[in-house]
């Protein structure tokens, strides 16, 4: 077993080194023993669901070290070993009702699916402990206390409760090789959906797992009482004798929302694998898990926790505006719920009237809270009053639409990237609507030969989906011309993915997706190097035309942040309430994602000449922020001077603002004296996933020639996620050498005044040395995220 164990980790390096995209380490000196190097090992997370896997393991968390023995090779030990990834109902093919009742045993045993984040307790000698976070271990640069630390303070606290030391502790997961598996549930140092009493604060045990190359965990009994022993909270479980005993219990719960009186996430469901059935049946539907093997799968309920997240957002989004609440803009998608048009409007009279109680709450502090208060007063007869004709809602019914249709064309209105494809693809396995792409299209005048795929299709389905782009009011008009004739007539339906947040925000999460899915489309290639593909993105963005009220018949809004996951649970939400369709159960909702993840394009376009894609002239950090948007509010105030009041008020009407603002950190112009910094700037640039940066915002400095935005603070934004520490070594360099010019241009007065002359500005006034026409406006602090890019203008 220790050879087999010590071969994985030999086969993680080598699939490191033939596919570095695929599988990653990262390196730690274990706390407890500086002296030793652990390895934490981290899949590329879409990969999981290829059938068959590429990986040698499907391990969520996986910690190695090496161990050095005189005269042989290199061996390897699994320090510590997470769960093997599990899926929900119906999410590949051997999670479907029926394949779980063809190749598990009895008994499945239901244990509550905590809300929290994962801990790792694993032995690293007979007397020290590990203790980690999914993927990372020890201190963390940027955060006051990591994940990993938590749970180690947490650890501590239940063993002196059960008069216990780290030793002893050590010495048991030592022998018998296993890793602790829990979950931190601490709302006073991260607050998640679910909120947690006194009594359930800390770590939840819920698994302890063999150390091996094969999963396998050991059953409820062995690790509730594990968690008796060592003080640990125990994790809530039922244990049941049939598949059709699991679909019934948790269809009942899913429905009621709540299990013994408190509402819950979803039941996390462990079982074995059996032996295959002898008649042959569902070969195609088989676990990739041999006979005996340790298997779980999961029972997720995604109501209330949408809604939950929506008011998160729209909370969050509310409290950044800086002009009046009533002008802040508030994503369409978010608007659909009649409880969270009226969250909306008791949160903005609370904001008004208490602005303490949300002094944290972009720390993720004081949400449940809000929350809670929010539903408490909805439970009164005020609140069911306003909840029963809530300001703003809307139906076809209400505003007077009482045409008939006959049939329906669904059109998205998107840019590449958001998934419309993937939610098109959900949609018509689901409900078998028709669907035909733009994108297969070959005709040397592709769109009127779209306009007569669609109308073909038309007369074979009652709902067809017109894929393609639709960005621009011309490509909804052919649509509409189309049908215009038609008795009964047919109704327009938008999958409307709004550009409602800053340009910045959308060109990374669609060009990430772009990037994720490859070359897996007709036309448009992922350029993992150059990112040529985001500049395809940034053209959509900027010349998209937004929808109109009367071009449409209805509207779904959808959120282009949100995950696959989520779009398709949106979209059929939609479809369900205005086609009057039956909404699909979990297992076929399940498979349609299933689907959707092992989508092939039918057809591949040539893909030509590739345009020539010129070197970056310099490198920025593109901060997601709406220019007008933050400082038209804040350059309003009583202690703004005079004339920068002036001078934004001329870049407004001269249409100077800045389109697209970005923090310039190294221009080509500068070399060869900071090629170090180029360097660095260049390999974040072709990471495939780069780290986003948090950016704080300090002063506005102007003159009569230009405005600028000037940078105070900067650094990684999600420290957790950032294992390989690339982020944080940046940031130290960089603030070392650049913070005294690291700025925002905003504008200036003409096209003849260069933007240089805000570095210089800025610079000058960080030294003390600025010239007596500088105006000087404080900000409120700010803070907005932002990722390197290169730039050519």
């Known amino acids: 077993m220790a050879d087999e164990d010590s071969q994985l980790i030999a086969d993680l390096h080598k699939l490191h080194e033939k596919a570095p995209k695929l599988v990653r380490s990262s390196e730690y000196s274990a706390p407890a023993m500086p002296e030793l190097i652990v390895s934490s090992w981290k899949m590329n997370e879409f990969k999981y669901y290829d059938i068959p896997s590429p990986f040698p393991t499907l391990a969520r968390g996986l910690f190695s070290a090496e161990e050095k023995v005189p005269g042989e090779k290199t061996r390897y030990r699994i320090v510590a070993r997470g769960y093997d990834k599990f899926f929900n109902i119906g999410e590949v093919p051997w999670t479907t009702w029926s394949a779980l009742e063809d190749h598990t045993n009895a008994p499945y045993t239901l244990t509550l699916k905590s809300n929290g984040c994962i801990i790792f307790i694993a032995a690293l000698s007979p007397s020290k402990l590990l203790v980690t976070s999914k993927h990372s271990l020890g201190p963390v640069k940027g955060a006051d206390e990591s994940h990993a630390q938590a749970g180690e303070r947490w650890l501590h606290r239940h063993l002196q409760t059960a008069g216990k030391t780290t030793e002893q502790l050590a010495k048991v997961l030592y022998e018998k090789k296993w890793t602790a598996v829990a979950e931190l549930c601490d709302d006073n140092f991260e607050e998640h959906v679910l909120p947690y009493p006194p009594e359930k604060t800390g770590l939840h045990l819920h698994g302890l797992n063999e150390a091996t190359k094969l999963f396998k965990t050991m059953p409820p009994t062995v690790v509730d009482a594990f968690a008796a022993e060592w003080g640990f909270i125990p994790t809530a479980s039922t244990v049941l004798n049939s598949i059709p005993e699991v679909k019934a219990f948790t269809e009942e719960i899913g429905r009621v929302g709540k299990w013994n009186g408190e509402a819950i996430e979803g039941f996390v469901v462990r079982t074995t694998v059996s032996a295959p059935p002898t008649d042959g049946r569902a070969q195609a539907s088989a676990s990739p898990y041999a006979p005996g093997s340790s298997f779980f799968f999961k029972v997720k309920f995604d109501e209330p926790y949408m809604m939950y997240r929506d008011w998160r957002e729209v909370t969050k989004s509310l409290l950044s505006c800086k002009g009046p609440l009533s002008e802040a803009k508030i994503p369409k998608s978010k608007m659909k719920r009649p409880e969270t048009i009226v969250y909306i409007r008791w949160v903005k009279e609370q904001i008004q009237k208490n602005p303490g109680m949300f002094v944290e709450y972009n720390k993720g502090k004081g949400i449940i809270a809000t929350r809670e208060k929010f539903l408490e007063w909805l439970a009164t007869q005020e609140g069911k009053e306003v909840l029963a004709a809530p300001e703003g809602s809307r139906s076809s019914e209400s505003a007077g639409d009482a045409r008939k249709f006959g049939k329906t064309i669904i059109v998205p209105i998107a840019i590449p990237g958001v998934g419309k494809t993937s939610v098109a ?11 035909t792409q733009s994108d297969d299209v070959k005709a040397k ?37 189309a049908v215009k004739g038609m008795d009964p007539p047919v109704r327009l339906l938008a999958l409307n993915w709004s550009l409602d947040q800053p340009q910045s925000t959308i060109a990374r999460v669609c060009g990430d997706r772009v990037l994720v899915r490859g070359d897996n489309h007709q036309t448009l290639r992922a350029d993992a190097d150059a990112k040529a593909h985001e500049d395809v993105i940034w053209q959509f963005i900027n010349s998209t035309e937004g929808l109109a009220d009367d071009e449409v018949d209805e509207t779904i809004e959808m959120d282009l942040t949100e995950s696959l996951e989520d779009s398709v649970e949106r979209a059929i939400n939609g479809c369900v309430a205005i086609l009057g369709l039956q909404k699909p159960d979990r297992e076929k909702i399940g498979e349609a994602l299933a689907v959707v993840r092992g989508y092939a394009p039918s057809t591949i376009q040539p893909e030509g000449k590739k345009p020539k894609t010129r070197a970056p002239r310099y490198f920025g950090l593109l901060p997601e922020l709406d220019l007008p948007d933050v400082l038209g509010q804040q350059l309003s105030g009583q202690i703004v001077p005079p004339k920068s009041k002036e001078f934004w008020e001329h870049l407004k009407e001269a249409k100077r603002v800045a389109p697209r603002p970005h923090i310039t950190i190294v221009h080509s112009k500068s070399l060869p004296g900071e090629v170090e910094l180029w360097d660095r700037c260049m390999a974040l640039h072709r990471t495939p996933n780069p780290p986003l940066f948090r950016i704080k915002l300090g002063h506005v400095v102007s003159n009569d020639r230009v405005m600028a935005v000037t940078v105070d603070a900067l650094q990684v934004d999600d420290v957790e996620s950032d294992e390989g520490q690339e982020g944080r070594e940046f940031v130290t360099k960089l603030w070392d050498e650049t913070r005294q010019r690291l700025h925002i241009t905003v504008g200036t007065r003409n ?10 500005l800025v610079e000058k006034w960080r030294r003390g040395k600025a010239d007596k026409d500088t105006q000087v406006a404080p900000l409120e602090a700010i803070y907005v995220k932002g990722r390197i890019k290169g730039l050519n203008s």
């Not at 096209?751 to 210089?760: N, Q, R, W, Y």
């Open 425 to 435: 693809v959900a949609l018509a396995h689901l409900f078998g609507f028709g669907h």
């Open 445 to 481: 005048k592709p769109a009127p030969q779209f306009i007569k795929n669609v109308l073909k299709l038309l007369n074979e389905h009652d709902v067809v989906i017109a894929d393609k782009n639709n960005h621009l009011q011309q490509h909804r008009q052919a649509l509409r011309d």
């Open 751 to 760: 096209a003849d005044i260069l933007p240089v002359e805000a570095k210089d």
